[in-house]
């Protein structure tokens, strides 16, 4: 037991905690507190840290990268990146992906199988891509030889029957050499067809399915009437909770403003997007809607399905659809009827993130407020809400740590959020 103990680090645990704990900005406070009375930036730098200070043979990352700001993606890739043991992980984090990988195991969730891919991200998807179109030519190849025999064989069954037809409508001819010459072409022409459905047989033994199409996402943002020019504006902001406070702030986003919303974890990001749309009480200055403003958003904490009623029910109050209309819509987000019976608490943050995306498609909104929208989603998924957001004509707000992510969106304006301060272009409000 002691010479385990020794293995995993316990001997210099305090030492190595303090310097981790330091490294990544936490407060040792911290230590004492209940993990549940954390903040979600404060929760998710206090798991990496219990991962840097980890020393196990096999290390297993299950989305270690959901609500990490960016430097915390930084040290965790230094040292997922470093590591001399084995990294097993499991994350749609691309970027992170393509700094710390060696390898993908790719999960066939029709064949049930699992296939590995060498050489890092993108060599995966290289993979991916040749694998996928040689199973299509193969098919291909496949389905075209199969509809050649098969229509030889209805061809040649044409023939013999019409081959039949001539024979009895001709006079009859009692000349041997005659009849031996119609009877040798008869057995002939049987002979093609056996050896055609023979080889026919042959190919149906070898048949190659064709490849699987796998369900995928379809987004589409439903959007409102456009609002007034002003969409929200702080004046003089302030904003205490506990021991934080934001501001002051002054911030104004207008009509089809796109703003990137920045900052470490802590920093107040959510806070501020609470009191830009006048959500949150001001201990001091102002905070402005204008008229119009139709807001669609997707929560951190993916709250507004999570309650205690049937994920249907809720749904339903969410976007006024009927019975069939909730179910048909959820259905084309991966929820069916398994999912619809069961309370949005029941449900996986995955397919929470879809149902609060299937709510964005059924109501219409000229202002989008995401703050993490890529957590707990797939690859498919993650794409189509990079599409639709492009599309969108409204305001869009996000708070994002998915690198790729702002590198596929559209950006007009960069908010910066730091120690509860809020700066643009390098002047702080």
């Given amino acids: 037991a002691l010479e385990r103990w020794l293995v995993l680090g316990g001997a210099d645990l305090d030492v190595r905690a303090g310097e981790v704990w330091g490294e990544l900005g936490l407060p040792k406070r911290l230590l004492d507190q209940p993990t549940a009375t954390l903040s979600g930036g404060e929760a998710a730098r206090s798991s990496l840290a219990a991962v840097l200070l980890s020393r196990f043979d096999v290390l297993l990352l299950d989305e270690p990268t959901n609500d990490l700001d960016f430097a915390a993606l930084e040290r965790l890739e230094r040292f997922v990146a470093g590591r001399e043991g084995a990294v097993v992980l499991v994350s749609h984090d ?9 390898a993908v195991v790719e999960l066939d969730d029709h064949a049930r199988t699992a296939s590995r891919f060498e ?30 025999l098969t ?95 934001l501001g002051p702030v002054d911030v104004e986003v207008e009509w089809a403003d796109r703003v990137a919303v920045l900052g470490p974890n802590g920093a107040g990001k959510t806070t501020f997007l609470a009191a830009l749309l006048g959500r949150a009480e001001l201990a001091a200055g102002t905070s402005y809607v204008g008229p119009g403003v139709v807001v669609g958003e997707i929560d951190q904490a993916r709250s507004r399905l999570h309650d205690d009623v049937a994920l249907a029910a809720a749904f339903q109050g969410e976007t006024g659809l009927d019975a069939s209309e909730v179910r048909t819509l959820l259905a084309k987000f991966g929820l069916g009827a398994d999912h619809v019976t069961r309370s949005a608490r029941q449900l996986s943050p995955g397919e929470r993130t879809r149902a609060v995306l299937a709510v964005l498609q059924a109501r219409g909104a000229n202002c989008l407020v995401l703050d993490e ?24 707000l996000l708070v994002t740590h998915d690198r790729r992510l702002l590198e596929r969106v559209r950006i007009t304006r960069t908010l910066r959020v730091d120690a509860g301060r809020v700066s643009e272009q390098g002047i702080q409000s």
């Fill in 119 to 148: 050489g890092g991200w993108a060599a995966y998807l290289d993979g991916q891509a040749v694998a996928r179109r040689h199973a299509e030519e193969d098919y291909a190849a496949y389905r075209d030889k199969r509809g050649e």
């Fill in 373 to 396: 929208p890529t957590n707990h989603l797939d690859l498919v998924a993650i794409t189509q809400l990079e599409q639709a957001v492009e599309a969108f004509s409204g305001t869009v």
């Fill in 151 to 245: 229509g030889r064989i209805q061809r040649q069954k044409e023939w013999t029957v019409l081959g039949v037809k001539k024979a009895k409508t001709k006079a009859k001819d009692g000349d041997k050499f005659i009849r031996h010459h119609r009877k040798a072409t008869s057995e002939k022409q049987a002979a093609k067809i056996s050896q055609s459905e023979k080889a026919l047989t042959r190919l149906a033994a070898d048949a190659v399915e064709k490849p699987w199409e796998a369900w995928e996402l379809r987004l589409e943002l439903a959007e409102a009437s456009r609002s007034g020019r002003v969409v929200a504006r702080l004046e003089g902001a302030v904003v205490e909770r506990g021991r934080f406070t």
């Fill in 94 to 102: 691309r970027a992170f992906l393509e700094r710390t990988i060696t």
